[in-house]
């Protein structure tokens, strides 16, 4: 039988809103793949981000196109050559993986070589704010044992200050949305250590961070928009203690994993993050998550309605996604 592409946008609602430097939102636009063959269907999700230049009608256009291929026989491993990293690989990447998961009766786990996943804890973002509204978050969240902070420039340390009087025992980071100069990280870093803050993503902006490699980087740095595949390591090396690795940005599961892989080689601390998605698209993540130094998988805690079927979550505590949800 010959397999066919579907392709659809799909609107969630955001619980409330959700607010970073670059702008606010209160929903968000994905786009769903699904792989049908042989009365199997396979499917994956993607966020396109306008950071990178992508849009929600410029993905579904580049992943349509590739149609006649995949009937005609197109893999995942093609797929790899066909289309550069980002939002519209991964949506196709994981469909394939979700699709072949389903035919052979096999979890992907399997297919992929890995260990059994287990439950994993993830960080749950609180949102730019006013330092008032956050710490009432934070004191609404501070059962859970990791935070992460969305910061922007004026009034940072004055946010975290006040995170740390709503949840005096969680862990925290930060993440700076390439928002920072190298005078606000040596300014801040001492007091963000002193309030508990571990690790801080994407200080400076990605291409422009040459600086960090003379930086006495006494608080942690993480890549983000800096690091997108394994192409890429070499020149993070010695600019960033760990990665945030995003299948949005790598490109797919396939992709997700080799980058994770190679990261540790090269000695990276590993950080496994996500768009704002729904379950679908953390179930792969949920992957490439096992055994890495900080989950940032909690995109489904921040939405107003999830897909059916969707990942439960305990407090913090992500459990194994269902197969009936994907893999």
């Known amino acids: 039988m ?17 607010t970073i430097s670059r702008g606010s939102r209160t929903e968000i636009r994905v786009v769903t793949v699904t792989l049908t063959e042989d009365g199997y269907q396979g499917q994956g999700e993607c966020v396109p981000y306008a950071r990178y230049g992508e849009t929600v009608e410029g993905v579904m256009a580049e992943i349509e196109a590739l149609a006649p291929e995949i009937a005609a026989g197109l893999n995942r491993q093609g797929l790899q050559l066909r289309l550069p990293p980002g939002a519209a690989r991964n949506a196709l990447d994981c469909a394939f993986w979700d699709l072949e998961a389903k035919r052979l009766g096999r979890p992907v786990w399997q297919l992929a070589g890995l260990a059994e996943p287990k439950p994993l804890q993830t960080a749950f973002t609180l949102s730019l704010a006013s330092p008032e509204s956050m710490q009432a978050v934070a004191a609404d969240n501070a059962h859970r044992p990791l935070l992460k902070v969305k910061l922007g420039g004026e009034g940072d340390l004055a946010r975290i200050e006040a995170v740390r009087r709503g949840a005096p025992k969680a862990s925290i980071i930060v993440d700076a949305n390439e928002g920072w100069t190298v005078e606000a990280y040596r300014r801040l870093a001492p007091d963000l250590l002193r309030l508990g803050v571990v690790l801080v993503e994407q200080p400076l902006p990605a291409g422009d961070d040459d600086a960090l490699l003379t930086l006495d980087r006494i608080l942690p740095v993480c890549a983000d928009e800096s690091c997108h595949t394994a192409s890429t390591l070499e020149t993070l090396k010695g600019k960033y203690d760990a990665l945030n690795i995003k299948l949005d940005k790598t490109g797919g599961l396939t992709e997700a994993l080799a980058l994770r892989d190679a990261a540790r080689s090269a000695g990276f601390g590993v950080m496994v993050g996500c768009m704002l998605g729904t379950s679908l ?20 805690l921040l939405l107003g309605q999830d897909r059916v079927s ?13 197969a009936a949800l994907w893999g």
């Open 2 to 18: 010959t397999r066919r592409l579907q392709v659809a946008a799909e609107i969630f609602p955001v619980d409330g809103a959700f």
């Open 281 to 300: 698209a953390m179930a792969p993540a949920f992957l490439v998550a096992q055994g890495a130094d900080y989950v940032d998988l909690d995109g489904p």
């Open 310 to 322: 969707p990942i439960a979550y305990e407090g913090s505590l992500m459990q194994i996604p269902p």
